[in-house]
């Protein structure tokens, strides 16, 4: 099982990007998936995730209206849309899936999920 977050890179502030979750291994449809950032020396925290029958929720203020989730189930890869981006975005963006139904209280917990990819890096420059 393998989970890999792409379409990180270098963006000025108020500019897009799209990170993509491709899976081998596993079929992205039949879980939740959690999109998680990290800054060094910072807690891990959740950004967005999606169920499994979709129903998505974000886990940061901050990301309201910015940010969306959607699933591409032929390609079996989600993708985290960025729009409007921050300067205080600038983390490593990794994705998660969650073997198991998750509640949605649930959906932006980490602990919550099994599998994890290895990251992408997201530097918003202002």
């Known amino acids: 099982v393998q989970l890999q977050a792409s379409g990180g890179g270098l963006v000025q502030a108020g500019g897009s990007l799209r990170l993509s979750c491709a899976a081998s291994?596993?079929?992205?449809?039949?879980?939740?998936i959690g999109w998680f950032r990290q800054v060094p020396g910072k807690e891990r925290e959740g950004v967005y995730a999606?169920?499994?029958?979709?129903?998505?929720?974000s886990c940061a203020d901050s990301v309201k209206g910015r940010f969306t989730i959607s699933r591409e189930n032929a390609k079996n890869t989600v993708y985290l849309q960025m729009s409007g981006l921050r300067p205080e975005d600038t983390a490593i963006y990794y994705c998660?899936?969650?073997?198991?139904?998750?509640?949605?209280?649930?959906?932006?917990?980490?602990?919550?999920?099994?599998?994890w990819g290895q990251g992408t890096l997201v530097t918003v420059s202002s």
């Open positions: 291994g596993l079929t992205l449809d039949r879980y939740a």
């Open positions: 998660s899936a969650a073997a198991r139904g998750l509640i949605t209280s649930s959906m932006c917990n980490d602990r919550a999920y099994d599998y």
């Open positions: 999606i169920k499994s029958r979709g129903g998505s929720t």
